[in-house]
């Protein structure tokens, strides 16, 4: 098994291409790097962008973090270990353009001490999830039809089961909507009878590497596209939610706020600007509200 | 002991009083209201104004709703009743103006039947604080020693103890700030030897009715001073913190997300704009970073 050092080196390599990728889509933009270290132990690289063209915030960041865990994730995690790595590559990009989507990235890895192995305890997580503020149907196959095809080169079994999985993660429990149109998310992926180390490994770094193609084909469709001041306040309310999501229910946002995480890293997938209207309700038929139909678990796009 | 029934027509009354006084204060804005039920039981008047002269967005709440607890907040309470009631006024005003503060008060009462006993377990709850985009030193001791004032009337502890815990409640851990300059908080506060059930009501109804009063004087100080772009830009930054805490802290969101609660009663809270700037930094010896030296626990402002 590839060890924990290949692993964040090789999500380090990932984050690089995404950043030169992302400049070269927005056209201006640079992302600023930040070098941080954790007390506990590890640290990371800290990549931000604001006010591009069409990027108007986002941020690709790795981390390869360890030491000890705080007592509430011990808990969740059902474990008396004292020990813990995890690595990582997290994205999230917030355009100025209603008509661009929001997207989400996230490939990570987890280990700690087994107390009755040699062995230690691992597993794999990650995922990929697409936050239209307008829903364009056409974008939505794409997304998902590419997603679905880097799934199927290492098993058939991955689609089906971690679309379903982000649909009940990606959701917005109190608004009963989901965050957008879903994607992929598996976490705690671990290798079985069928299924090596070396495919999981491998299948995240092919999920890294599908990351700038799939949106700078998303961003070129939809950039050029006119838009009204009322779309963009449309785009503002969305963000809202995106906000809600991230900070109630996120469990990246909430481990990395519990382990005394580097708050500016963490926090930025919020976005720019957002908006709370009271009780905003879309016209009857209008595209607003049809993105709202959308937002619901279960539809089949590929 | 006074019934829950007269709690709740008291609280009404206050909710009266202050949109009222808030309408005339503003001087254009007027209170929509919405009045809903809870399908387990109760419901409320949801008064929400948007756009005034000087208030961008607030609400003033009454709620009064009885049937039974989710089990994870039954757990958080350690009891097996299936009954509660609860009723209360909120409040959260966000001004227009980043000279203006941004206010936020709840009284509230709850009761649940106690199976060892004939007489319901029963307690008050409340608080009052104050969160200015910029600290102006003066406005806080006037807005401490009008609270400390209502309180002396009552208990000469409540104050000195209020004080503190509002410290502690309205504290944004990850960001190591408070969300403004405190105020008083007091939660399960129930009858004692020196303290009766009736004094505790009057004192929460005191407090509900020195909101109108004390927020009056604080927007007139401060309404027709003039302001900068980058000082409305620092504002919507303060702004993100305040929707931080109220969606990672804030108990009475999270009550109200658990219980199933009318979301945009509950979430009326949240501001109209917000941004998150990645890693801002004020300038040294600016006044944004003067309030941020405020920002801590433990200032006696009286």
């Known amino acids: 098994m590839i060890t924990r050092e290949q692993i964040a080196e090789d999500y380090k390599t990932i984050q690089d291409e995404i950043c030169a990728g ?27 962008l604001q006010n591009g063209n069409v990027l108007e915030k986002g941020g690709v960041n790795f981390s390869a973090v360890h ?41 990570r890895y987890f280990e700690m001490p ?27 196959r794409f997304f998902h039809n590419n997603l679905k095809s880097v799934c199927d080169r290492f098993d058939g079994s991955f689609y089906p089961r971690f679309k379903t999985w982000a649909d009940d993660y990606f959701f917005i429990k109190h608004r009963e ?24 490994f491998e299948f995240s770094k092919a999920l890294g590497r599908t990351f700038l193609p799939t949106y700078s084909e998303l961003v070129n469709r939809n950039r050029s596209k006119s838009f009204t ?17 991230n900070l109630v229910y996120d469990a990246g946002t909430k481990f990395g706020l519990e382990t005394n995480g580097r708050i500016e890293s ?24 049809q993105t709202l139909n959308l937002l619901k678990k279960g539809i089949d796009w590929v």
């Open 114 to 140: 087994d107390a009755n192995a040699a062995e230690p305890i691992r597993w794999f997580g990650g995922g990929i999830d697409l936050t239209p503020h307008y829903v364009f149907e056409e974008d939505a």
């Open 22 to 48: 992302l400049e070269a889509l927005d056209g201006s933009a640079k992302f600023e790097e930040e070098l941080w270290e954790r007390d506990g132990g590890g640290g990371g690289r800290t990549r931000v």
């Open 229 to 245: 001041e009322q779309e963009q306040q449309w785009q503002y309310l969305r963000r809202s939610r995106y906000a809600e999501f």
């Open 177 to 200: 909507e989901t965050r957008g149109i879903g994607g992929i998310f598996y976490d705690r992926l671990k290798a079985t009878e069928d299924l090596s180390w070396d495919t999981i």
């Open 266 to 289: 963490i926090l930025m997938s919020l976005p720019p600007t957002a908006k709370w209207l009271y009780n905003f309700q879309p016209e009857a038929g209008s595209r607003e509200e």
């Open 67 to 107: 030491g000890q865990l705080p007592a509430a994730v011990k808990k969740a995690f059902g474990t008396d270990s004292d020990d813990f790595f995890a690595t990582g590559v997290s994205i999230v990009m917030h355009p100025n353009h209603p008509m661009v989507p929001i997207i989400h990235m996230n490939i």
